[in-house]
């Protein structure tokens, strides 16, 4: 075994672009002769290893102190331990933080989230001790399916992952019934064939919550099949009375969703009936806000300010009007021209591929975004990567860190003296309302949405100042008119007035 371990020696290195190789001292390392016993240094070799596959050379780089608190921790409480599976997690934890007071380290850190909330973090060295912990656990050898936190990847069925999201796991252990837990994870299967990870999430944290719920009020009850309707009336109560959720037909609709389909595993017919039309409410009608003008010429002064490829990517967003997980996913294919005219296909990650015209500016634009991902990774697949692995599009969490970071830097408050927020979908709304100033048909303007209907360009129309305009028209002018006769024989000075 080596007594060190340098970064420029880990895969990581060797797929790092010129700009983070110059971040890495030539001579970084891990000192592995600073752990106590072969055994150690044994297992944080493999973890470093792997770890080194899976994350960029500057976040291995950042790491280094971490280890070497860790370290210095092992060879003080640790010194004949040849396994870190010698002792349960939480016993390593304690240990770690009785020894981080010690040695005058914090065990806390404060931070602020990304819409500017203060928060209290455990130590980044807890933090990554736990990390090695996890990575360290032994595998668990039995089907994905048997498990209670499935990888989603190795589920043995086609998934309808978020490309934007680290949807990695689905995990059931807050269930706290076996008998409920094991029914919510066949259920789960069967509805994973249809609906996308997001919406798995929320059945989850659903019957979750329920669970909980049953946990705490009726105990007795380990199984769905004792489920019946007053249970579900006596929950509904509940919900609407402790939750208080501005919006609560979303998580009573994923309720009723799972526990249909327990019903039809199990043969619970009962469960398809538990529920009323009249015990979800109508889809509350939510407020189509825009930005301003104004609002966009001063955020977009900021973004201006960013890396180039975010500001690219943020305003290729607005110009294209579309979702924020469309933008990230564009291929550098997308591009070609129809009939002269530069035309760009849109893989939709909800609904389906589309494809519209778009201005010579804005293609040049696509084009100078490709051209700087091939110079910094080479051929890919996605205009915007992950730095870490270039194989796969940016991760919304990334994008939104950024752009969270440069508010609060600059203090960038919209038109109601308020910071603005992380509202991508907003640039899609503003997109809206301007194109339905150009007196297009319904159908021409779905089309540029990338919808399959024009039940939504109603939405975008009321948006409109123009439309506004023009639709009052004919109410404002008969106003106009009546107030002009009202003012006759007011005398001279009223005529200003006039």
């Known amino acids: 075994m080596k007594n060190k371990y340098f970064i420029r020696e880990m895969p990581c290195y060797t797929k790092a672009t010129f700009e983070q190789r110059q971040r890495i001292p030539p001579g970084a390392f891990y000192y592995l002769k600073a752990l106590p016993t072969e055994g150690l240094r044994n297992e944080f070799y493999d973890f470093l290893k792997k770890r080194g596959r899976e994350v960029a050379a500057t976040t291995m780089y950042s790491e280094v102190w971490r280890y070497d608190a860790v370290s210095a921790f092992l060879a003080k409480r640790a010194k004949r331990v040849q396994s870190l599976q010698e002792r349960e997690p939480d016993v390593w934890l304690r240990q770690l933080r009785a020894w981080m007071l010690e040695a005058g380290y914090h065990l ?58 680290n949807d990695l796991t689905l995990n059931f252990t807050r269930i706290p019934q076996p008998d409920i837990r094991e029914e919510t994870k066949k259920g789960i299967y069967v509805n994973l064939r249809s609906e996308a990870v997001d919406t798995i999430r929320k059945e989850i944290h659903a019957i979750q919550r329920f669970a909980g719920y049953l946990e705490k009020k009726h105990p007795q009850i380990q199984s769905s099949q004792d489920i019946d309707r007053n249970l579900i009336e006596e929950y509904l109560v509940w919900f609407r009375t402790e939750i208080r959720k501005k919006d609560y037909r979303a998580e009573l609709t994923r309720l009723r969703s799972i526990l249909d389909s327990i019903g039809k595993v199990y043969g619970y017919r009962h469960l398809q009936l538990l529920f009323l039309n009249t015990d979800i409410p109508s889809t509350p009608q939510a407020e189509f806000r825009t930005y301003t003008d104004w609002e966009i010429q001063k955020f977009n002064a900021a973004v201006a300010k960013l890396d180039i490829q975010i500001a690219r990517l943020l305003v290729i967003h607005q110009m294209l009007g579309t979702r924020i997980s469309d933008t990230l996913t564009l291929w550098t294919d997308c591009l070609f021209e129809q009939k002269q005219v530069p035309m760009i296909r849109i893989r939709q990650m909800k609904t389906n591929t589309y494809i519209k015209p778009i201005s010579r500016e804005l293609e040049e634009l696509i084009k100078l975004a490709i051209a700087e991902t091939k110079k910094r990774y080479g051929e890919t697949k996605y205009i915007f990567v992950r730095e870490e692995d270039p194989t796969k599009p940016m991760k919304y969490g990334t994008l939104q860190g950024k752009i969270m970071a440069m508010i609060q830097k600059e203090q960038l408050k919209d038109g109601n003296g308020k910071l603005f927020g992380f509202n991508t979908h907003m640039f899609r709304h503003y997109y809206g309302s301007k194109i339905t100033e150009m007196d297009l048909d319904d159908w021409t303007l779905a089309k540029l949405f990338g919808h399959k209907s024009i039940k939504s360009v109603k939405y975008y129309r009321r948006m409109s100042n123009h439309r506004l305009a023009e639709d009052t028209r004919e109410i404002r002018e008969r106003k106009s008119q009546f107030i002009a006769e009202h003012l006759e024989g007011w005398g001279e000075e009223y005529e200003q007035v006039r």
């Open 108 to 165: 806390t850190v404060s931070a602020v989230s990304e819409y500017g909330v203060e928060k209290v973090m455990p130590s980044v060295i807890i933090r990554y001790f736990r990390m090695v912990l996890t990575e360290l656990v032994p595998e668990d050898e039995r089907m994905e399916v048997e498990k209670d936190v499935w990888e989603i990847r190795k589920l043995d069925i086609p998934v309808k992952e978020n490309l934007i999201r």
